[in-house]
């Protein structure tokens, strides 16, 4: 049974990042329609290119590994859900803060929207905050 699953990110090292992208490729997969909902660092370091780059000795380590076991990073994840039909967004206000305008992100997010417009999505859906 498909349904609509959430994502919040505010933060964007490797391991939130791994978990985020690796739960929401498998939900995509599965048919669920699902959404990376961007915040602060997430949403930075997204913009920046360097979402789910490791930040400190242990995740170097698990990065390594990860990549030994063939997985792909956290980025590349990504980019293959919304391959799939994942879309991300992110709260029009939380861009501003961040100190960036909607227009500046299209291509970067699918989608700049209004907190009541994000609220209303996520009824009924499963969330999880990262």
């Known amino acids: ?13 490797y391991e939130p ?3 985020a992208a690796s739960m929401g490729i498998t939900a995509a997969a599965m048919g669920d329609e699902v959404y990376f909902v961007f915040a602060f660092d997430a ?10 780059q490791p930040h400190t000795e242990k995740e170097l380590s698990e990065s390594a ?10 980025a590349r994840m990504l980019e293959e859900a919304r391959a799939l039909g994942a879309k991300l967004v ?11 305008s909607p227009e500046e992100l299209k291509g970067t997010l699918d989608e700049v929207m209004g907190l009541a417009s994000l609220w209303r999505l996520t ?8």
């Open 17 to 19: 990042a791994f978990q």
């Open 123 to 130: 009824a009924g859906a499963r969330t999880l905050a990262l």
């Open 90 to 100: 992110a709260c029009d206000t939380t861009v501003r803060i961040c100190g960036y």
């Open 43 to 52: 949403l930075r370091a997204l913009v920046r290119g360097s979402f789910g």
């Open 65 to 74: 590994r990860a990549q030994g076991l063939g997985v792909p990073v956290p």
């Open 1 to 13: 049974m498909a349904g609509r699953v959430f994502f919040f990110l505010q933060h964007a090292t």
